[in-house]
T-cell receptor, first 112, second 112 residues
Framework: EAQVTQNPRYLITVTGKKLTVTCSQN?????MSWYRQDPGLGLRQIYY???????DKGDVPEGYKVSRKEKRNFPLILESPSPNQTSLYFC???????????FGPGTRLTVL | LAKTTQPISMDSYEGQEVNITCSHN???????ITWYQQFPSQGPRFIIQ???TKVTNEVASLFIPADRKSSTLSLPRVSLSDTAVYYC?????????????FGSGTRLQVQP
């Protein structure tokens, strides 16, 4: 089944404790992206990647890192999480040259 | 990116046709109109995309008038499972970032 998977789905952590949220897609998509969704603010893009080893900042990249060492994986790294990063995170992927993005199920992160 | 305006919420009953209109007055020549659906605690899902006139798929129809300053998503004979948030997006065809700017969307509540 074609899908985007994220792990973990739920995470509660404390300020400053490094964490990684994984994202994987099995559709051989070139493009992958991370969004966060907050009440009243819609979805905002954090980082995106056009292909392996090619990443760039989105609208709200501060406090986040990403890497794209393999085509299928695009982990989101929070080196030192803070409470304002408490949010619902979505990973998405799409084929190059198309606008249809496929979203993962989301990761609900709480930073205490 | 063109700004979109859509109703905050709509109510309907099972079996009725629902039309959600989106206003995008400053749409550019190379912009496409795309609609996504999001269920609670899930990632958005692509529904339909169009440039002008009418597009229909197995899920919905999209009506775009000649001036393209608005578009209407039509859901035929809705069921309870169509209760979701519907987002209208205007996306430049040649966007390199593949960033999707989601607004607040239209929250559709379908009653039995």
């Amino acid at each position: 089944e074609a899908q985007v998977t994220q792990n973990p789905r739920y995470l509660i952590t404390v300020t400053g404790k490094k964490l990684t949220v994984t994202c994987s897609q099995n559709m051989n998509h070139e493009y992958m992206s991370w969004y966060r969704q907050d009440p009243g603010l819609g979805l905002r893009q954090i980082y995106y990647s056009m292909n392996v080893e090619v990443t760039d900042k989105g609208d709200v990249p501060e406090g986040y890192k990403v890497s794209r060492k393999e085509k299928r994986n695009f982990p989101l790294i929070l080196e030192s999480p803070s409470p304002n990063q408490t949010s619902l995170y979505f990973c998405a992927s799409s084929l190059a040259g198309t606008d249809t993005q496929y979203f993962g199920p989301g990761t609900r992160l709480t930073v205490l | 990116l063109a700004k979109t305006t859509q109703p905050i919420s709509m109510d309907s009953y099972e079996g009725q046709e629902v039309n959600i209109t989106c206003s995008h007055n400053n749409i550019a020549t190379n912009d496409y109109i795309t609609w996504y659906q999001q269920f609670p605690s899930q990632g958005p899902r692509f529904i339909i995309q169009g440039y002008k006139t009418k597009v229909t798929n197995e899920v919905a129809s999209l009506f775009i008038p000649a001036d393209r300053k608005s578009s209407t998503l039509s859901l035929p004979r809705v069921s309870l499972s169509d209760t979701a948030v519907y987002y209208c997006l205007v996306i430049p065809w040649d966007t390199g970032r593949r960033a999707l700017t989601f607004g607040s969307g239209t929250r559709l509540q379908v009653q039995p």
